[in-house]
């Protein structure tokens, strides 16, 4: 599903739900009633959401008018004015709660993912996110990583291959495991296998892996991985580094010299960002 749709149905979803068979609060103001209102954040962060916050207006009334002050993607200040709204009292009533639960919600992605990012700044690794998403947001909660400078992994389990732990074992073993996933992966699909120590790194290199998940690998294990990968495969083959990863050690095993470091947090645990609206008739 194209980004569009995706936004359509996530915002058509979220009205629905919040408005049922109609806004009764609304009907205080006179249906004639035009309002202006403006969007100001209560604290530093990285601005995205803006396509969901826009349609939950329109979708109502699309003759509702929004100017904005920042770009997508941008960095935002506490107090900040970010855009202006204007059109029907009701609708911006009613849309208020929505387009904010969605641009508190990716803005706070988005920053996370910039916190992490430029963290690692001057090294080769680059931040990636996980499946660890909230139902029915993925594609949004994947925008706002890529917003903020990250790098997407797989979408779901039907555009790459993840061989965990388990798969290895009902498989019979790294090799088997890696041989059938060659035998039934789309083309251009990705095939990564998750390994837990040296034994089973040396093991998947030895069979072929190209890219390779070290799961809650020390910094040591880390720099070790990184080595023998580069003696074996001529730095051919992809590490990523996983597991017990915060702003605190991110830039040491970045250091490490992995390629990639996937963090489930940025999309499972995050703080919304401050974001209110005010109106003016």
């Given amino acids: 599903m194209d980004l569009a749709s995706?936004?359509?149905?996530?915002?058509?979803?979220?009205?629905?739900?919040?408005?049922?068979?109609?806004?009764?609060?609304?009907?205080?103001?006179?249906?004639?009633?035009?309002?202006?209102?403006n969007l100001i954040c209560r604290e530093e962060a990285v601005l995205c959401g803006t396509q969901w916050f826009e349609a939950c207006f329109q979708q109502l009334s699309p003759y509702t008018e929004?100017?904005?002050?920042?770009?997508?993607?941008?960095?935002?200040?506490?107090?900040?004015?970010?855009?202006?709204?204007?059109?029907?009292?009701?609708?911006?009533?009613?849309a208020?709660?929505?387009?904010?639960?969605?641009?508190?919600?990716?803005?706070?992605?988005?920053?996370?993912?910039?916190?992490?990012?430029?963290?690692?700044?001057?090294?080769?690794?680059?931040?990636?996110?996980?499946?660890?998403?909230?139902?029915?947001?993925?594609?949004?909660?994947?925008?706002?990583?890529?917003?903020?400078?990250?790098?997407n992994h797989r979408l779901g389990l039907y555009d790459g291959i993840l061989i965990k732990e388990n798969h290895i074992m009902a498989a019979g073993g790294i090799e088997q495991a890696l041989h059938a996933a060659k035998e039934i992966a789309p083309k251009n699909a990705i095939i990564q296998i998750e390994v837990e120590t040296r034994d089973e790194l040396l093991n998947?290199?030895?069979?072929?892996?190209?890219?390779?998940?070290?799961?809650?690998?020390?910094?040591?294990?880390?720099?070790?991985?990184?080595?023998?990968?580069?003696?074996?495969?001529?730095?051919?083959?992809?590490?990523?580094?996983?597991?017990?990863?915060?702003?605190?050690?991110?830039r040491e095993i970045a250091e490490t010299g992995v390629d990639r470091i996937s963090i489930g947090s940025i999309t499972k645990n995050i703080k919304a960002v401050d974001f209110s609206i005010n109106f003016s008739t």
């Avoid at 996530?10 to 009907?27: C, F, K, M, P, R």
């Avoid at 941008?74 to 009613?94: D, K, P, W, Y």
């Fill in 6 to 37: 995706e936004i359509k149905n996530n915002v058509t979803q979220s009205l629905t739900e919040d408005i049922g068979t109609g806004d009764l609060t609304a009907l205080l103001i006179a249906c004639e009633v035009n309002a202006t209102a």
């Fill in 66 to 94: 929004i100017c904005w002050f920042v770009k997508e993607g941008g960095l935002i200040s506490t107090g900040q004015e970010l855009c202006e709204i204007r059109g029907n009292a009701r609708v911006l009533l009613t």
């Fill in 96 to 151: 208020e709660r929505p387009a904010l639960n969605f641009l508190q919600t990716l803005s706070a992605i988005a920053t996370q993912t910039r916190h992490y990012v430029n963290a690692v700044l001057g090294t080769e690794a680059v931040i990636v996110d996980t499946r660890k998403t909230l139902p029915g947001l993925r594609l949004a909660q994947k925008y706002a990583v890529k917003c903020g400078g990250g790098v």
């Fill in 204 to 250: 998947a290199l030895n069979v072929g892996a190209k890219m390779i998940l070290l799961d809650n690998f020390s910094l040591d294990e880390l720099r070790f991985a990184v080595a023998l990968t580069a003696k074996l495969t001529n730095k051919q083959t992809i590490l990523e580094a996983s597991g017990g990863i915060t702003l605190e050690n991110v």
